[in-house]
Nanobody
Framework: QVQVVESGGGLAQPGGSLRLSCTTSGFTFGSYNIGWFRQAPGKGREAVSCISSAEGNTWYTDSVKGRFTISRDNAKSTVYLQMNSLKPEDTAVYYC?????????????????WGQGTQVAVSS
């Protein structure tokens, strides 16, 4: 049984930091790319970042480049999203998802298993 569970969300001030975790089980973690998506109120789901399975190549959407860092710990079947210099526009529900293969994709159609999401709110 595949499980994908996000954690680490919460309230942060502008300029602050949060670290999200995506803990998984039930599949061969090392064979899957892991992506982070977010959905703000009234908006569609947006790809934020991805880390590939084999080589750990990373991708970021332009609005988070230089502020967010994605990493994976294959021994723990966990992916992290370190979010620094947070802005109010980063406020959203953040989702983690899995995609089988060797290359990252920003299209949510490529992802099969999703977590329930974790809320991130950035406000003073």
């Amino acid at each position: 049984q595949v499980q994908v569970v996000e954690s680490g969300g919460g309230l942060a001030q502008p300029g602050g930091s949060l670290r999200l975790s995506c803990t998984t089980s039930g599949f061969t973690f090392g064979s899957y790319n892991i992506g982070w998506f977010r959905q703000a109120p009234g908006k569609g789901r947006e790809a934020v970042s991805c880390i590939s399975s084999a080589e750990g190549n990373t991708w970021y959407t332009d609005s988070v480049k230089g502020r967010f860092t994605i990493s994976r710990d294959n021994a723990k079947s966990t992916v992290y999203l370190q979010m620094n210099s947070l802005k109010p526009e980063d406020t959203a529900v953040y989702y983690c998802a899995t995609s089988f293969g060797a290359y990252c994709s920003s299209s949510f159609y490529e992802y099969d298993y999703w977590g329930q999401g974790t809320q991130v709110a950035v406000s003073s």
